[in-house]
């Protein structure tokens, strides 16, 4: 069975072929043309600052990435981002989101009334 990889025990799996081979090599191909677009498109200091933001939130650097390549291929991008404008972009998406997804939480306290001793008088 060319072309089929198998479990441990010898089974084949359908679909796990050359195929899976081919996406990898894509996922792998899409991931260096992003790096090369955001290092032209970045100058050195963002870059930095997006790697960090990349450590402490992976999810947040691809949304970034994303709208910087968007902007990049519909010619919005006039030279390079400074790390300036990238602050600017992430307070954009911050404002943006936090509209949508916070809500006001208000904490009511009701206090149980229980008769003291001291509150009676006789």
């Known amino acids: 069975m060319e072309?089929?990889?198998?479990?441990?025990?010898?089974?084949?799996v359908p679909g796990a072929g050359s195929q899976g081979?081919?996406?990898?090599?894509?996922?792998?191909?899409?991931?260096?043309?992003r790096r090369d677009v955001m290092a032209t498109v970045l100058d050195s200091?963002?870059?930095?600052?997006?790697?960090?933001?990349a450590l402490v939130?992976?999810?947040?650097?691809?949304?970034?990435?994303?709208?910087?390549?968007?902007?990049?291929?519909?010619?919005?991008?006039?030279?390079?981002?400074?790390?300036?404008?990238?602050?600017?972009?992430l307070e954009q998406m911050e404002g943006?989101?936090?509209k949508t997804t916070t809500a006001k939480t208000t904490i009511l306290y009701q206090r149980r009334k229980d008769y003291d001793d001291d509150d009676?008088?006789?």
Do not use: N, T
Request: glycine share 10%; net charge negative; charged share 30%.
């Open 96 to 98: 943006g989101q936090g």
């Open 57 to 89: 939130s992976p999810e947040r650097s691809r949304q970034i990435e994303s709208i910087l390549l968007r902007m990049a291929q519909s010619g919005q991008l006039r030279g390079r981002v400074s790390e300036a404008q990238l602050i600017d972009l």
């Open 21 to 33: 081979g081919e996406d990898e090599a894509k996922k792998v191909q899409e991931e260096q043309m």
């Open 120 to 122: 009676l008088d006789f």
């Open 45 to 53: 200091a963002a870059r930095e600052r997006l790697s960090r933001i």
């Open 3 to 12: 072309g089929l990889k198998e479990l441990p025990q010898g089974i084949p």
